[in-house]
């Protein structure tokens, strides 16, 4: 989606400000990956094990589940405590290219979880919709987050993703986002 052509007529006020947020953030994150071949977007450049598949991979399983956390509640995240090595292990596969993934087919998975986000954002009654965080060390006991909430920690995600993606972009051969 291009954030310049947000349709106004179906979406106004706050709702139309995070999705114009979240569409410019999106966008710097896909630009990063212009013109790259799989491998390259498999590369790891800096002393990080991230890449610019994983970080869009990782950025894409991020939203999904936040954006189930809105429709489902607590059920969408299950509890860290509860996470299994295999968990563990897939989790550090959102952050890297697997054999067989392509760059075409993270971007698309992208694109589709982005236009499910924007379409429940566009259905939602209201934002202030709210369920409980699990308990985790990097929560209070009782933290509610509500719809608007989760939206701003998800375009505060892909600001921050989209920002160390245009650092391995540069790592990488050079190129700029913004350049």
């Not at 600001?159 to 350049?179: N, P, T, Y």
């Amino acid at each position: 989606m291009n954030p310049t052509h947000l349709d106004r007529s179906t979406v106004t006020g706050e709702r139309a400000d995070l999705l114009l947020a979240l569409a410019q953030h999106r966008t710097m994150l896909r630009h990063t990956a212009r013109d790259l071949t799989d491998e390259q977007a498999g590369l790891r450049t800096t002393a990080s094990e991230l890449c610019l598949g994983g970080i869009i991979k990782h950025v894409t399983s991020v939203e999904r589940v936040w954006i189930a956390f809105i429709r489902e509640g607590l059920s969408a995240l299950g509890a860290v405590t509860d996470m299994t090595d295999e968990d563990w292990a897939q989790r550090a596969d959102e952050f890297r290219m697997l054999p067989g993934e392509t760059l075409a087919g993270v971007l698309d998975a992208y694109e589709e979880v982005a236009a499910r986000t924007d379409a429940l954002v566009r259905e939602l009654p209201g934002l202030d919709v709210s369920h409980p965080l699990p308990d985790a060390p990097w929560s209070a006991p009782g933290t509610r987050w509500s719809a608007r909430r989760v939206l701003l920690h998800i375009i505060g995600e892909t600001a921050q993703h989209a920002g160390h993606a245009d650092i391995i972009r540069e790592s990488l051969d050079g190129a700029l986002s913004m350049g």
